[in-house]
């Protein structure tokens, strides 16, 4: 079974930077697109970033690109974000999540961020 | 970046009822997709490709739409079903995901 686990979430002030990451397993990691994807505590689902199967392509919004950096060890069968310049619209929960072509087929549990002094 | 709109943002259904959800983008997409969130999990891909039911998902659940009017029907609501959904496009960067319609049993 495909298994998604995030780890690595927690309290952060401002400004402060923070590392996810999420164990895959249940398929072969290196064939498959992968992204983040963020619930805000209104709910609402926002896509945070995604990276090809090799690493070579990464692709971000504006409302991140600068301060957050996604990638894989594909030997460790893991993806990786790197936060920095947290701001308090970055709290949300973060799902590390499987991509195929358009859409977002496996969702981990999620990791909680929540950015405030 | 394409805007998507779903309706109504909360409804209610009793058990054998027939359901219908609605999105709406802003331009055309090519194929829509539908997420399945219960409270206290992850959501839970329901329909890719516009129609076509993920693994595990009931065949009372469809999907069907074009350009920029796709719909989520459920033939005969089932308890289970109490759920918020979402409809998400990857037509053109950034991905986008609808605000949900949140089903309540009735």
């Known amino acids: 079974d495909v298994k998604l686990v995030e780890s690595g979430g927690g309290l952060v002030k401002p400004g402060g930077s923070l590392k996810l990451s999420c164990a895959a397993s249940?398929?072969?990691?290196?064939?498959?697109?992968m992204s983040w994807v963020r619930q805000t505590p209104e709910k609402r689902l926002e896509w945070v970033a995604t990276i090809s199967s090799g690493g070579s392509y990464t692709y971000y919004p504006d409302s991140v690109k600068g301060r957050f950096t996604i990638s894989r060890d594909n030997a460790k069968n893991t993806l990786y974000l790197q936060m920095s310049s947290l701001k308090s619209e970055d709290t949300a929960m973060y799902y590390c999540?499987?991509?195929?072509?358009?859409?977002?087929?496996?969702w981990g549990q999620g990791t909680t961020l929540t950015v405030s002094s | 970046q394409i805007v998507l709109t779903q309706s109504p943002a909360i409804m209610s259904a009793s058990p054998g009822e027939k359901v219908t959800m609605t999105c709406s983008a802003s331009?055309?997409?090519?194929?829509m997709y539908w997420y399945q969130q219960k409270p206290g999990s992850s959501p839970r891909l329901l329909i890719y490709?516009?129609?076509n039911l993920a693994s595990g998902v009931p065949v009372r659940f469809s999907g069907s739409g074009s350009g920029t009017s796709y719909s989520l029907t459920i033939s005969r609501m089932e308890a289970e079903d109490a759920a918020t959904y979402y409809c998400q496009q990857w037509s053109s960067y950034p991905p986008t995901f609808g605000a949900g319609t949140k089903l309540e049993l009735k």
């Open positions: 490709d516009t129609s």
């Open positions: 331009s055309s997409v090519s194929y």
């Open positions: 249940g398929f072969t990691f290196s064939s498959y697109t």
């Open positions: 999540t499987r991509g195929t072509t358009g859409y977002f087929d496996y």
